[in-house]
């Protein structure tokens, strides 16, 4: 059974940083999509950040450009999400992805974590 399990969330006051961590298990996704996602309260779940299997490239969403950092550990099994310069508007719940393919996209993921909240007080 496939299971993604995310830690790292927290309080944290704006500008700091944090560093969000996705395990896999069931399977491997060295060369999947993996993906970070976030909904806030009352909002939809948005697309934040995506990194492609094999030549691991990376894609972000503008509000996060420059700030948030996606990487993968392939001996681990794991994705990463490191976030700086934190605003309130960040603020969410965070969840990790996968695909059964090598694209990252900002949708289509197969398989998804229970999420980890982030809370970024001003």
């Known amino acids: 059974q496939v299971q993604l399990a995310e830690s790292g969330g927290g309080l944290v006051l704006a500008g700091g940083s944090l560093r969000l961590s996705c395990a896999a298990s069931?399977?491997?996704?060295?060369?999947?999509?993996m993906g970070w996602f976030r909904q806030a309260s009352g909002k939809e779940r948005e697309f934040v950040a995506a990194i492609s299997g094999y030549r691991d490239t990376t894609y972000y969403a503008d509000s996060v450009k420059g700030r948030f950092t996606i990487s993968r550990d392939n001996a681990k099994n794991t994705v990463y999400l490191q976030m700086n310069s934190l605003k309130p508007e960040d603020t969410a719940v965070y969840y990790c992805a996968a695909r059964n393919s090598q694209w990252a996209v900002v949708a289509g993921y197969d398989y998804w974590g229970q999420g980890t909240q982030v809370t970024v007080s001003s």
């Open positions: 069931g399977r491997t996704f060295n060369y999947n999509a």
